[in-house]
């Protein structure tokens, strides 16, 4: 079993940052990719940014100049969110994919969402 905990969503003003953070645990053999979607209400889930084991990133391009993913291990990925925006409003989600021996498959697997609130 694979849990992804998400935690720093919250309230903010326009124009201010966050920073959100999310840990994964449970029977983890290796992960390869951890990274954030979000869904806003009415919305598709989108993706925001995702960052591999080796450090490559990929953003959203509402995501680029604003939004900085880091890892500081194996198992922990952040979110630092500048310059944000109402259109920012979404339930963010932390994602990963994760294989659990060695050999076997990677499987994806989803944080139970936190809300981030920008007011204008």
């Known amino acids: 079993q694979v849990q992804l905990v998400e935690y720093g969503g919250g309230l903010v003003q326009a124009g201010e940052s966050l920073r959100l953070s999310c840990a994964a645990s449970?029977?983890?053999?290796?992960?390869?990719?951890m990274g954030w979607y979000r869904q806003a209400p009415g919305e598709r889930r989108e993706l925001v940014a995702t960052?591999?084991?080796?450090?490559?990133t990929n953003y959203a391009d509402f995501a680029k100049g604003r939004f900085t993913i880091s890892r500081d291990n194996a198992k922990n990925v952040y979110l630092e969110m500048n310059s944000m925006k109402s259109e920012d409003t979404a339930v963010y989600y932390c994602?990963?994919?994760?294989?659990?021996?060695?050999?076997?498959?990677?499987?994806?697997?989803w944080g139970q969402g936190t809300q981030v609130t920008v007011s204008s």
């Open positions: 960052m591999t084991s080796d450090a490559s």
């Open positions: 994602y990963a994919i994760v294989s659990l021996s060695l050999g076997s498959n990677y499987y994806q697997y």
């Open positions: 449970g029977s983890i053999f290796s992960i390869n990719t």
